[in-house]
Structure formats: structure tokens, C-alpha cells
């Protein structure tokens, strides 16, 4: 009998290439090690990591091991895919097959103005549900969808991320996050000054603070003792929104929003007894002059109210501080003023910092260029100026 040589129908040839190249990958992936395949399931939300169950009994068994969780609302625009996103999540959540299994991370971010009171009710039960799954990683970025207090009672909970929640009065509830180390909060809305105060004391393992953007719905009410957090050592924080007593300790600190006349008694009384903060090493400032903020306005920014040098240095900058960034600096003899005074008293500073905006007519550019001639007390300091028009300049 002849050799028989078979080809392939005239014009299909690429498509045969398509499909081994097809084959070979699938079986490249097959090949990986369940650890590497869970990892790519880790960078998916949970609804697409659920559609690999349709692959193999293999996928389909790497889901359900998962200890992570992440839904999102992204490509939600209609009320049926409001409904089956729901469902999803409720079967996922709620799942009697898997109550048993721990959860390390789960994240909720939904973003969009579909949801209803009915909604939000559900999802203080998929926190609860989490809870019971003893998570130790939450991540909520919820736009303006009010929390039950008792989202403050984990006593699982490592890390916590907030972002547009409304917290409900925690008058009559209590905190209790023994293990928690990261609290990161941005655009989130408490019932007043007190509740947010009562958040952090009961924090008292917390090691890293970031808050921004925190408001409240009563300022009728007025802050209160902040119990200091002794074990924090680093910590982001708007000004105005948590006292500096409570922040002392850290090694590192944040300010941002600096630059504002804010015309608020209450808020200014947190700063009334300022700490010495005897740890601090890293120090990193941000101005904000473009805020909107009762009778200031971005006009007046030229004559904003001059920084005063203090009666006597702090300990903490003249003995601790090796790091300095000043981010938004404006080329104003009152900015001059606080950096130079940074550089002629810090005595280990090792890197100053300095952003610089771009300069305005009524601005001294030589507010900016004198910097580099100014006396530093600290022999090893590299100063460090970045403009967005200008190279970087390093001296």
C-alpha cells in the first residue's frame, strides 16, 4: 500500500497553527505546580477566577481552595447584572461547603450609585460572613454605603482598608481589633469627632496609620482624650484629623494638607498641647494651598499667614531626624523659612526633599535657588530639589 501523506484542506493552515499554538499553551499551563496556578487566580476578581472551574476538575478545585476574595462592580450597568452579581457573591460567600475555611484577604470595591438600603444591608452581611471566616485582610472601598459599627470588632483582623464608607454612631458600640497592625482610611464619614478617636485607642497593636479625608456628620460634638498608640512607628495624616498625641511615637510621619487657614476652633484645639515626638527620624510634608476650605481661597495663598519659627528646637529634630520631604513647596518666604530652619537644626538630617511647584508670577524664584546656600548643621546632608520644569538638582 502507498504512504498515504495527509494535508490539510487548502487555506486552513494558519488556522492549524492557531490551534496547536492553542494546545501548547494550555498544556504549558497545565504543567505549572498548583501554587503558581493559585497565584494567578490571586491577581483575578473572584468571578473571573470562578470561570476557570470550566476548564478542569482541576481548576475547579483550585478555586474552592482560595483564602481570597475580591469582588468588584466594574461592568455592572443594568439591573440584571445587579441581580447576578448578588447571587454570585451570596453563593460564594455562603457557600455551607466552605465555612469551615479561613479567609486571609477579601476586598469589596463597589463603586457605582446602583446600590440600594436593601444592598447595603447585604454587604454588612458579607462582612459578617467574613468575619465568621476569621479574615485577616479586609479591604472595603464602598462609595457612600453606610457600615454597621460592628465592623470594628474582628478579633482576627490584621490589616484594614477604608474608602468611602459612613460609619454608623459608635456611642453605644464597642471596638475591639486586638491584632490589628495597618489602618489605612481615605474619604470615610463618622458620626463625630469621638467615634473616630475611639476607633484608634482601640487599636493597640496598630503599627502603621494613614487618614485622610476623614469627616464627620455631627461636629456638634467635640474631640475628646486620644489615647496615644505606643506601639505605632509610622503613620500618613491629614491635618486637623488625628491629634499629633496620638501619633507621637512614630518613627515616621506624614502630614499632608498643610498650608490651610482653617477657621474651626475645635479642630485647631487638637494641636493645643503639641508632643514631643521623641522617636521621629523620617519626616514628610505636603502642602495643599488649592484647598477649598471656609474663608480661604486659592487667591490668597501669596499672603497666606507666615510660619513662625519656634521658641526653642524640638528635641526630636534636633537629635532624631535624618529624612526631610517637603512636597508642594512653594518658592514664599514663609516656605523658605520652615525649610531653612529644618536645615539649620536638624542635626543628622542625612536627605532633604524638596518638590517644588511650578513658580507664579507674584513668587521669588530665589526663594527656591538660596536653599542650596543656606548654612545646614549637619555635615552629610544631600539636599535634593525637583522642579516639574527643571531637571533634578542635587548638591
Known sequence: MENLI?????????????????????????????????????????????????????????????????????????????????????????????????????????????????????????????????????????????????????????????????????????????????????????HNREDSMKLVSGCPQLKRLIAMFISVSNESVTAGYYKPLSNLFESAIWLFEVPFNAVYNVLCLGLLGLGRNVANIETSSYYKDFPVFGNLTELYLTWSYNADLHEWDEQSSPNKEDWKYPYQVPQCLSSHLTKCDIQRYEPLEADFRFATYILQNALHLQVMTIGVLRPEPTESPHFVDDLFSSSRISPACQLSISDLQLPDLVL
Open 6 to 190: 495527509l494535508q490539510p484542506p487548502h487555506g486552513t493552515k494558519e488556522n492549524t497553527n492557531k490551534r496547536l499554538k492553542s494546545v501548547a499553551s494550555q498544556s504549558l499551563i497545565e504543567d505549572l505546580p498548583d501554587e503558581i496556578l493559585s497565584e494567578i487566580l490571586y491577581w483575578l476578581n473572584t468571578k473571573l477566577a470562578f470561570e476557570t472551574c470550566l476548564v478542569s476538575k482541576r481548576w475547579y478545585r483550585l478555586f474552592h481552595s482560595l483564602d481570597f476574595f475580591f469582588f468588584t462592580d466594574a461592568g455592572v450597568n443594568c439591573a440584571e447584572n445587579r441581580v447576578d452579581l448578588l447571587r454570585f457573591v451570596n453563593s460564594v460567600i455562603f457557600s455551607p461547603h466552605y465555612q469551615h475555611l479561613p479567609i486571609k484577604h477579601f476586598i469589596l470595591d463597589f463603586q457605582f450609585q446602583i446600590w440600594d438600603a436593601d444592598d447595603h444591608i447585604t454587604f454588612n452581611q458579607w462582612v459578617e460572613a467574613a468575619k465568621r471566616r476569621r479574615v485577616s485582610d479586609l479591604d472595603l472601598h464602598l462609595i457612600n454605603v453606610p457600615l454597621a459599627p460592628s465592623i470594628f470588632c474582628f478579633k482576627t483582623l490584621i490589616k484594614l482598608r477604608l474608602i468611602g464608607i459612613s460609619i454608623g454612631t459608635l456611642l453605644h458600640s464597642s471596638v475591639d481589633l486586638p491584632l490589628l497592625k495597618s489602618l489605612y482610611m481615605h474619604t470615610v464619614t463618622f
